[in-house]
Each structure stands twice: as structure tokens, then as C-alpha cells.
């Protein structure tokens, strides 16, 4: 008798115990989202190592009309650096589970001293051979879109994007004289933009995301014409539901033409960044 009376504590204390510890484990079950895909609001901030190839014409207007601007090159023509690092942050907020509105901003910006190898022409003024020449060109990239994945599976998902790139560029040139030129231009527009993203789960913390949007203005009466194509390859480890780090590629190609004045700029390169969620 007391071995049965024994056998019975000790059974009901070993299902006393079990029954917290099956409560504790809970596996994921079917239809969850992978790893990295439960959140309502994603930040992420990293530094872009890009390359740069950027060319301006800037022609004279009012009292300075009348000199065609000199195409420049901001590497070879100012002396500005081909390679920098960049800031960039991000932002999105996803209201529902194939909803998303995003947020992305760049500022660039570029220094130079050179001694020009030849005549210069810009906003109206003549930089002459064998004069030193100090430059900056501020490059502000600023991303507001919309996100509809209209394909969404456990371990991938497709989309659409919509979203205005807003475009702040100013160049400013100078001779440190006597006489002293300064001159500087300055170009803003927002840009509409279509694209398509997708992204797969190579393993349930590994994913692969590539995106691409882009616009065309076509040439109107010879004067007006942009073109703006922005396309991002990268892959996310997700340390934890809510961290993770990211490594990718991104090249933007830019450029405009609005009457006498033009602009081409290309800045790609690898990057790296830092997400949390919520």
C-alpha cells in the first residue's frame, strides 16, 4: 500500500510539472510569418559606401543671360572625390499586413579644390584656365511611398510601389579672388516614381529583397526631359522577431534637362544598416 500510495505522488507531481512546461512551448504554427515579417513599425540607419560619377551645366539667366553653361564634371573638372560615405535612414510604418508606408533619406554632399585645366562657363560666369576653384555640391535624397504587396506567402511576398522622390540639389562655386567669383545653382522638383520589390526567405531568418522604381519624362520641345531609376538589392539577417542587420547594393541614376540647364548624376555601392521593428 505504500508503494502505491508513493507511485501515486509521485505520478501526479511529474503531470503538475509537465503542464507548465508544454504551456511554455508553443511551436510556430502553420501560417505565422517568417521570422522578421511580425512588426508595425520598422527603423533601420547605416552607412552607404557609394561611388559617384555627377555632371552639371548651368547657363546664365537675368543679368548673367546670354554665356551657355560648360558641362562639368565634379570629379575631373572641381576635384571632388569619386568614393564617400554616406548616412542613409529609413522608415516604415505598416498598418496591416500588405500595407506599408515608406520613408527614406540621403543627404549627400561633395567638396572640392582643384585648379581648373580649362575654360569654365556656369550660371554666367567665366572661370578662366589656371584658376583655383573651391566647390560644393549638396545632394538631398528624400523617398515618400506607398507599398502593396499583392502576393504574400510564408516565406516570400511581391508588390507595387508608388512614391515621390524629392530632389534637392545645389552647386556652389568660388575663387578665393582678388577678385572674388561666387556663383551657385540650385535645382528642386519632386519626382513621381512607379516600382516593383519582392522578397524570399532563404532560410527562416534569411531573406533576399530586391526592389527597383523608377520615372521618365520624355524630351519635350527640345528643353524639358528627366529620367530617375533607383534600384536596391540586399539581404536582411534577423538576429531576433524585432533586429536585424542588412548588407546590400543600390545605384541611382538622375538626371534632367530644363531648358539651358541639365544635370547627370550615378551614385551606387555596397551598403550596411541596422533594423529594429515593433
Known sequence: MNRVVALSVVCTTLLVAAAPARAQFQPRPMGDPTVGESYHIEASAGLWFSNTDLTVTSSGSGALSGLTGTSINAQTDLGMPPTKTFPSLSLVLRPAKSHKFRLNYVPLSFDGTKTITRDINFNGQKYTFGLPVNSTLDWTL???GYEYDFLRHDDWFAGFILEAKYTDVQVNLSTPGPPSIVEFDRARAPIPAIGFNGRYYVLPNIAVTGEVTAFKLPTVQGKYSGHYVDVDIYGTYNLLEYVGVQ???????????????????????LYIAAVVRY
Open 247 to 269: 548588407a546590400g547594393f543600390r545605384t541611382m541614376d538622375f538626371g534632367f534637362l530644363a531648358k539651358d540647364d541639365s544635370a547627370a548624376f550615378t551614385v551606387k555601392g
Open 142 to 144: 528624400l523617398r515618400l
